[in-house]
């Protein structure tokens, strides 16, 4: 029953939502840049402190070691003198870097609603890029599948957002996985591409086999990662609908579930709420800041909170007022 739960979907394919405006990149970028971007300028300022965190070379300050310090930072001097480990506060590179390393896999091309979790990966992606860029900041991107299907280098300007989603709503149909995701191998290609400091978007419904948290935390060490995690209600909960056929969205494999059966419902139930505790352990264990997207959920709520979440992050790393 765990494959079922890890990739089950709905076995009768499902239009896309958006079709009309399936190969318009310039429409789609437009709408975001007035539903999500003009409202998110109202809402929050500051924006690029916000997202990125600085990477500079020039000093500033000196403070007390704290918890998820980059022990690089270390002023091994003066933490010698005090007996109390202090680290460099370096003044913030106005240019930065960010990556997006997408999931593409099966399991995100679905939903319950009008809008699956692909539409909404893209939808993010679209618009951070852009939120992004506008500062004079360059994103780049790797696209996974069943495999690494692509690399973007990372460049500036608005027509480094629209190649990235051009690249996202065209890509080639899915056939059927011979394997299940390996979110690990997405990560260890974003390690070994990404050379400098960036900021990284790692944007997947983390279903996968095992064996992804390790690379996470490696990836971590070195970048400032956000944990993206799409995920559609009807991932946590089935409605009696009687008999209905399930297809694994990896495999193609279909099966026949009677989602009439209490004891089916409360036992899926409970499988995918220890995934969600194992979930949010290895997130938080990884230290990368987390960030989650429902298909059912507005975008630019969940825009705001995460915005406050690491505007929060970024004051508290300040020195203290004298």
């Not at 960030?291 to 979440?309: H, I, K, P, S």
Request: net charge neutral; proline share 5%; charged share 25%.
């Amino acid at each position: 029953m765990k494959n079922w739960l890890r990739n089950w979907f709905a076995s009768e394919p499902q239009p896309p939502a958006d079709a009309g405006e399936r190969l318009d990149a310039q429409a789609v970028l437009q709408r975001l840049e007035w539903t999500v971007l003009r409202r998110l300028d109202g809402l929050l300022q500051g924006h690029h402190r916000t997202l990125m965190r600085g990477q500079g070379l020039d000093l500033a300050d000196l403070r007390e070691y704290q918890a998820q310090d980059d022990v690089r930072h270390i002023d091994w001097n003066l933490t010698a003198r005090l007996d109390q480990p202090h680290v460099r506060i370096y003044t913030e590179d106005r240019e930065m870097t960010a990556w997006f390393l997408l999931d593409l896999s099966g399991s995100v091309d679905f939903g319950s609603g009008p809008r699956r979790k692909n539409h909404l990966s893209r939808d993010f992606v679209t618009a951070v890029a852009r939120l992004l860029t506008r500062e004079g900041n360059r994103v780049g991107a790797l696209l996974y599948g069943s495999a690494v299907e692509a690399v973007l280098p990372p460049r500036g300007g608005r027509l480094q957002v629209l190649q990235l989603l051009h690249r996202l709503q065209n890509r080639p149909e899915a056939t059927p996985a011979v394997h299940p995701t390996q979110l690990q191998h997405l990560l260890q290609a974003g390690a070994h591409h990404i050379k400098r400091r960036s900021t990284v978007f790692v944007v997947s419904d983390f279903i996968s086999e095992p064996g992804w948290e390790a690379s996470l935390g490696l990836l971590a060490r070195r970048h400032d990662v956000v944990a993206v995690r799409l995920f559609d209600p009807l991932e946590m909960e089935l409605p009696d609908l009687g008999m209905v056929p399930m297809r694994d969205a990896e495999t193609g494999e279909v099966l026949m579930v009677d989602t009439h059966d209490r004891r089916f419902r409360m036992r899926f139930a409970e499988l995918a709420e220890q995934r969600e505790q194992a979930l949010r352990q290895a997130l938080s264990a990884s230290a990368v800041d987390a960030l989650e997207l429902r298909t059912d959920d507005d975008l630019l709520d969940a825009l705001v909170r995460f915005c406050q979440l690491r505007q929060r992050r970024v004051r508290a790393a300040l020195p203290a007022a004298a």
